[in-house]
C-alpha cells in the first residue's frame, strides 16, 4: 500500500505503469476483488457524475434559493461570446458548478472526495474530454488517479472542512483533478505530483464559512475556482514547471494550517462570509428566524 | 490507515448535500439501527461541534433518522425521514450540545422501544466516512469499512475462545479485533471485523455459545 505520493510516483514509474493503474491493482488486492469489479464499480460512478452534470445544465434550484442557474447562465454565455480565459476552463467551470447545484438542490451526486467539492473533479473531466477526445476506459482511469492522490491526502492530512477548512475539501479536489488531466493529457506519474502540488499551494488557507451552514455559498463557485486552478496547474505541470515544495510536504502543510485554524472557519458558519452583514441576513431568511438571536 | 479504499474518495454516491453531515450522517445512523437490529420506536440524536452548528442546512437531521429506518446514503427517500418516521410511530428529539468533542462532527444516539436501549457515539471523519467510537459506554474503533460482528459477553475466560473458535471452524478470517470492559468479571464488549459477511446462522451459533450474550452485526 503506498503512504504518501513519492510512493506512488515510485511504484508506477519503476513499473512503468500509470497512477490509475497502482491504484486498480492496491484496490483489487484490498477488497479481493476481481478487476473486473472495481472497474464497474468506478465506472457506476462516472455515470452518476455524468448524470448530475446533465442534470444541473438543465438548470436546478436549491431549496433555499440561494443557488442554482449559473450553470446555465455560463454555458449560454460561451454560446455567444468566446470567454476570455478560454473555452475549456469555462467548460469546466460550467460542469463543476453544474455538479453542485444539483448537490445544493438534494439530488445525486458521486462524492469526490466530498459532496461539497464534488464538482472539481467531474467538471474537468468533462471539459478535458471534448479536447483530448479519451476513451471510456481513460475517463474512468480518469477517476482512479484523483482516487489516488485523493487517497493520499484522507491518510495523510484530512478531506473534511469540519476538521482542515475548505483547502481539505475543495483544495484536495481540485489538486486531484490536476493530476488526473496530466495523466489523460499523457504527462508522467512525477508530472501528475507536480499538478497535485501546484494546486494545492494555492488553495492553502482556504477556511471553510458556509453562509447558513448550507453548502451552497461559496461551495458553489469555490468549485468552479477549483476547477479552473486544476486546469492551469496541470498545464503548468505539462511545460515542465515543477513546484519547489515537493507534494507530500505540500499535502503535510494543508494538514498543520487546518489543525491551526480556528473553529469559526471550519464549517461551522460562525466566521469569514458566513458571519458577514449579507451573510447573516441571508441565513435569516433561510430559518425565518430573527437577526437579533445572537 | 483511515481510509483503504479508492471508494472512499470517489465516492459514495449519495443525495446531496454533504457527505460529512450527510451521507456520514446517514451511516451512523444506519449503523445504530443494525446494531440494534430492528426499527426503534424513539431516538434521542445529540448534536455537537459542527453537526449542532449546521445540522438543518445539511440535512444532518433527516440523514440520522434516514439511516435508522435503513437507508443507504444514495436513497431518495431520506429527504423524507422525518416525516416517515412520524408515522411510523417513532419519536425523535434533537439536542444541540455545547459541550466541546475530539471529532467536530459528532453525534451521541439513544434509541429504544420497550424491549431494550443502545446508546452510540459516531463521528463523521469526511468524505462520507463514518466511525462508531462508543456503544453502549464501551469505547471501541469502528471504522464501518468492514463487515463486523460485535459480542456482548461476560468478562470471563474462555469467552474470547469460544468466539473465535467458531469463526474458525466456518473460516471466516479476523482482521482485527478489539475486546474491553467497564470493570473486571463485568460485562464486556468484543469487536471483531472480518474480510467477508457472514451467515445469521453463524451469528446464531455465537449468540448461544459459553459466555457469550448479546450478538450483534454490521454488514458492508
Sequence with gaps: MFRNVAELVELAE???????????????????????QVYGQMEKNLDVMEKAIEDGLKGVKSHS?????????????????????????????????????????MGTICATPTAGSAGCVPGTLFAVKNQLNPTRDQMVRYLFTSGAFGFVVANNASISGAAGGCQAEVGSAAGMAAAAIVEMAGGTPSQSAEAMAIT??????????????????????????????????????????????????????????????????????????????????????????????? | MKYRSVFDIIGPVMI????????????IGRAARHLFGREPKYAHVHLYGSFAKTYKGHGTDVAIIGGLLDYETYDQRIA?????????????????????????????????????????????????????????????????????????????????????????????????????????????????????NIDDSILNELERADHITQVAKISE
Design chain 1, 14 to 36: 519503476s513499473q512503468d505503469i500509470q497512477i490509475s493503474e497502482v491504484m486498480i491493482r492496491q484496490e483489487m488486492e484490498v477488497k479481493q476483488m476481481t478487476r473486473e
Design chain 1, 65 to 105: 434559493g440561494l443557488t442554482g442557474g449559473d450553470a446555465v447562465l455560463i454555458q449560454n454565455y460561451m454560446k455567444n461570446h468566446t470567454p476570455l480565459s478560454g473555452n475549456l476552463v469555462m467548460d469546466a467551470v460550467s460542469k463543476a458548478v453544474a455538479t453542485n447545484e444539483v448537490n445544493a438542490a
Design chain 1, 200 to 294: 494545492l499551494k494555492n488553495m492553502l488557507g482556504l477556511i471553510c464559512d458556509p453562509v447558513a451552514g448550507l453548502v451552497e455559498v461559496p461551495c458553489v463557485k469555490r468549485n468552479a475556482m477549483g476547477a479552473s486552478n486544476a486546469v492551469t496547474a496541470a498545464d503548468m505541470a505539462l511545460a515542465g514547471v515543477t513546484s519547489r515544495i515537493p507534494c507530500d510536504e505540500v499535502i503535510d502543510a494543508m494538514y498543520k494550517v487546518g489543525q491551526r485554524m480556528p473553529s469559526a472557519f471550519r464549517e461551522t458558519a460562525q466566521g469569514g462570509l458566513a458571519a458577514t452583514p449579507t451573510g447573516r441576513e441571508l441565513e435569516a431568511k433561510v430559518y425565518g428566524i430573527s437577526l437579533k438571536k445572537e
Design chain 2, 16 to 27: 446531496g448535500p454533504s457527505s460529512s453531515h450527510t451521507a456520514g450522517a446517514a451511516r
Design chain 2, 80 to 196: 423524507q425521514a422525518l416525516e416517515t418516521a412520524r408515522s411510523n410511530g417513532m419519536k425523535v428529539r434533537f439536542h444541540e450540545e455545547d459541550a466541546h468533542t475530539d471529532h467536530p462532527n459528532t453525534a451521541r444516539l439513544k434509541i429504544g422501544d420497550d424491549d431494550g436501549e443502545l446508546e452510540l457515539v459516531g463521528i463523521s471523519i469526511g468524505g462520507g466516512k463514518a466511525e462508531i467510537t462508543e456503544l453502549n459506554g464501551f469505547e471501541l474503533h469502528l471504522s464501518g469499512s468492514h463487515p463486523a460482528i460485535l459480542l456482548i459477553h461476560n468478562d470471563r475466560y474462555g469467552a474470547i475462545a469460544s468466539a473465535t473458535a467458531i469463526l474458525a471452524k466456518h473460516q471466516i478470517n479476523i482482521g482485527r479485533m478489539e475486546v474491553s470492559r467497564k470493570a473486571q468479571g463485568e460485562q464486556a464488549l468484543m469487536v471483531i471485523e472480518m474480510d467477508q
